[in-house]
T-cell receptor, first 109, second 116 residues
Framework: GQNIDQPTEMTATEGAIVQINCTYQTSGFNGLFWYQQHAGEAPTFLSYNVLDGLEEKGRFSSFLSRSKGYSYLLLKELQMKDSASYLCAVRDSNYQLIWGAGTKLIIKP | ETGVTQTPRHLVMGMTNKKSLKCEQHLGHNAMYWYKQSAKKPLELMFVYSLEERVENNSVPSRFSPECPNSSHLFLHLHTLQPEDSALYLC???????????????FGAGSRLTVL
């Protein structure tokens, strides 16, 4: 079957750096997405990786290794507003999105 | 208005009630989706519409009935639901349903459904 694994919850300190990992086993690969979802709000798009390597976008970076079935989302200079759930999703060979259960990130002062 | 708008934001219903969830997108997208989000579980795709035609139905119970009258509006009609149907129902839209490129989903804030 197809599967996306990511930690259920992580805690980090304001101003620090945190890395949220995502591993996947899917039928084919056509891109990996990260979304951010604040409590009670809509998930919003953060990043899209289709080739190996690091994509940087301000304080957020996303890394992909297709050979390892692995991605991570790196958040730098953490702010309290970064407290949210982070959803990893992979698009398989049929262009279906396979979702992880999300990682709840708690930022402490 | 811009983006994807869902109403109502909160809904409480009994198992014998009939209600509907509404979604509207102002992005000119061609595809619209219903997802179910339960605590600590992955998003579950329920229905996909492309250009007002249903292209996917992921074995969803018949007590959930979608309707897409035009490319901007999507409804989810609910009847004789069960307590386990309590969840957040998210609507999303995208430019298309497949193909190359990111084809990013834009989500609404969801309708929180509680079935008593």
């Amino acid at each position: 079957g197809q599967n996306i694994d990511q930690p259920t919850e992580m805690t980090a300190t304001e101003g620090a750096i945190v890395q949220i990992n995502c591993t996947y086993q899917t039928s084919g690969f056509n891109g990996l997405f990260w979304y951010q979802q604040h409590a009670g709000e809509a998930p919003t798009f953060l990043s899209y990786n289709v080739l190996d390597g690091l994509e940087e976008k301000g304080r957020f970076s996303s890394f992909l290794s297709r050979s390892k079935g692995y991605s991570y989302l790196l958040l730098k200079e953490l702010q309290m507003k970064d407290s949210a759930s982070y959803l990893c999703a992979v698009r398989d060979s049929n262009y279906q999105l396979i979702w992880g259960a999300g990682t709840k990130l708690i930022i402490k002062p | 208005e811009t983006g994807v708008t869902q109403t109502p934001r909160h809904l409480v219903m009994g198992m014998t009630n009939k209600k509907s969830l509404k979604c509207e997108q102002h992005l000119g997208h061609n595809a619209m989706y219903w997802y179910k989000q339960s605590a600590k579980k992955p998003l579950e795709l329920m229905f996909v519409y492309s250009l007002e035609e249903r292209v996917e139905n992921n074995s969803v119970p018949s007590r959930f009935s979608p309707e897409c009258p035009n490319s901007s509006h999507l409804f989810l009609h609910l009847h004789t639901l069960q307590p386990e149907d309590s969840a957040l129902y998210l609507c999303a839209s995208s430019q298309e349903t497949s193909g190359s490129g990111a084809n990013v989903l834009t989500f609404g804030a969801g309708s929180r459904l509680t079935v008593l």
